[in-house]
């Protein structure tokens, strides 16, 4: 299956500066997950969106959606030397449960 | 939050060897599982999609007699790696949910396999 791209593929900031990544899909979805994983670990859910929706808010991380473009934001602000991980987006799409992954980004948050 | 608890979390095997992991959601009845294989620094590619007390549904490529999949209760799904070679070496974690579309997922820790 085709997988979702994600930009950058790496980013490296400052801790107290903002992160933001971005992801594009292929196909209409019900909804737009993104995730975090730590080196070697399992995924751990942050936020869902849904497609009606544009922008959702949970804690330090914002999400946007724009179906038009195929295209989710995820903002982490005041980062944290602990967000340091790779982050996932993962459209669902609306012929299924089936969540699609992209390529993720690297985050390191240097202290 | 609820809780999947995957075993091992790392197994080193010889060549020719088959390879059990399991998966097991300890706080909610899963009536899906997924299993995922993942490359260094890589995303995850779905293997297969399992429900309970059916045959599992495999993505296109991914050999099913090569990755068995049971899914014999609600609690447990098993991924065996049969005759596992050293390009199965791998990142393989599974993920379920107690609902349909729209609902998140509740990743295992994955299991790290080497094949000598």
């Known amino acids: 299956s085709q997988q979702g791209e994600e930009d950058p593929q790496a980013l490296s900031i400052q801790e107290g500066e903002n992160a933001t990544m971005n992801c594009s899909y292929k196909?209409?979805?019900?909804?737009l997950q993104w995730y975090r994983q730590n080196s070697g670990r399992g995924l751990v859910h942050l936020i869902l969106?849904?497609?009606?929706?544009r922008e959702k808010h949970s804690g330090r991380l914002r999400v946007t959606l724009d179906t038009s473009k195929k295209s989710s934001s995820l903002l982490i602000t005041a980062s944290r030397a602990a967000d340091t991980a790779s982050y996932f987006c993962a459209s669902e799409e609306t012929s299924g449960s089936r969540l699609t992954f992209g390529e993720g980004t690297q985050l390191t948050v240097n202290p | 939050g609820a809780v999947v608890s995957q075993h091992p979390s790392r197994v080193i095997c010889k060549s020719g060897t088959s390879v059990k992991i399991e998966c097991r959601s300890l706080d909610f009845q899963a009536t899906t599982m997924f299993w995922y294989r993942q490359f260094p620094k890589k995303s995850l590619m779905l293997m297969a999609t399992?429900?309970?007390?059916?045959?599992?549904?495999?993505e296109q490529g991914v050999e099913k007699d090569k990755f068995l999949i049971n899914h014999a209760s609600l609690t447990l799904s098993t991924l065996t790696v049969t005759s596992a070679h050293p390009e199965d070496s791998s990142f393989y974690i599974c993920s379920a949910t107690a609902g349909g579309a729209g609902e998140k997922l509740f990743f295992g820790s994955g299991t790290q396999l080497s094949v000598l």
């Open positions: 196909t209409s979805i019900n909804n």
């Open positions: 969106i849904r497609s009606n929706e």
């Open positions: 399992s429900n309970e007390g059916s045959k599992a549904t495999y």
